[in-house]
């Protein structure tokens, strides 16, 4: 067993290259040595990304609103909480408030911030803020979603029902999920 | 609001086409049409992936033990449960035990599969199983780490704790620490 070490030594990065780029992702190896002197080069996506967002949103004590939306990754339909990037200038809650209003056609009163979440740090740069959304309007902004999304009303009461589904499964939407039911059970 | 259609037309692929290839990731194009008719062009990266195993390793009934490693993407050190790649031919519980000798020293006499996750599906056709190891003994297998792990040991009654660290944000060990979590609650 170890303590956690603060002030580890980070390793050095010797040099960077890009080895692959397309319109969305951008590949670069690093040349590192570790602490130990130990010398490897390794794979990762270049930049940091706008940061992006994800939304439970609540249209009473118990009920939230999913999206059912075409993942070309694993090309099937998959449950989620709205999301998206973070457009340039805008503050996360901004562009949760956006978001909502383009995904599921509601404007949020109330935004409450539960958690900021990565994804596989070992390659990627991606941070996400989770959000709860309450007090709910109706107001729809153009997306740009091919298709219209399908919006999905479930129960907190219903949360092992829906971790039992095979469409819902992506890490950040159960993460958002637990974050919710403690934070409404912290209420 | 919507009923979920199980059987809802997924996108025809018309054509596909790698747009970019390093020596971990290979970046596709898919020409799509969705069934209204619209035509879109994603990008998603190519391959399903051999598949992953994350274990949160229990030393008793409430003390579990995490791992300190390098991730490049981030550059930093970073807090999670030991992880990796599933090896052909092996099982996901094969694997599970193999991680734990190489990350933390310990094999498992009893491992409970908690959950499948994936990781961005709109990207990434990534999928993890998530157990938890019990009943561990001491066994240590060669890694291909460039650097020992630090092994930290953490208490399931300081879950706040973890969760407001700075480096224990990664969406699929955060899914981890709840499910395990929950589990610990109804045995």
Same mark, same amino acid.
């Given at each position: ?6 002030n580890?030594?980070?390793?050095q990065?010797?040099?960077?290259r ?7 992702? +951008? ?13 490897? +080069? ?20 118990h ?12 090309h ?30 509601f404007?949020?009163t ?18 996400m ?10 107001? +729809? ?8 999304l399908?919006?999905?009303k479930w ?33």
């Amino acid at each position: 067993m170890s303590k956690i070490d603060p002030n580890k030594t980070l390793p050095q990065i010797h040099q960077r290259r890009t080895v692959a780029k397309s319109g969305l992702f +951008t590949v670069e190896q690093i040349d590192l040595e570790f602490s130990n002197g130990e010398l490897r +080069t390794f794979e990762r996506m270049a930049g940091g990304g706008r940061g992006a967002v994800m939304i439970v949103p609540f249209i009473n004590d118990h009920e939230f609103l999913l999206v059912r939306e075409y993942a070309a990754g694993t090309h099937s339909y998959q449950l989620g909480f709205p999301k998206g990037l973070i457009d340039p200038g805008e503050e996360p809650a901004q562009a949760a408030d956006r978001e909502l209003k383009e995904e599921v056609g509601f404007g949020a009163t109330t935004l409450h911030y539960l958690q900021n979440v990565s994804m596989a740090p070992a390659f990627f740069n991606a941070r996400m803020d989770i959000f709860i959304a309450e007090n709910l309007y109706e107001q +729809t902004l153009p997306g740009d979603e091919p298709e219209p999304l399908d919006v999905i009303k479930w129960s907190i009461n219903d949360l092992d029902a829906l971790l039992a589904r095979d469409d819902f499964v992506e890490a950040r939407c159960i993460t958002a999920l637990f974050l919710a039911q403690k934070w409404l059970k912290e209420q």
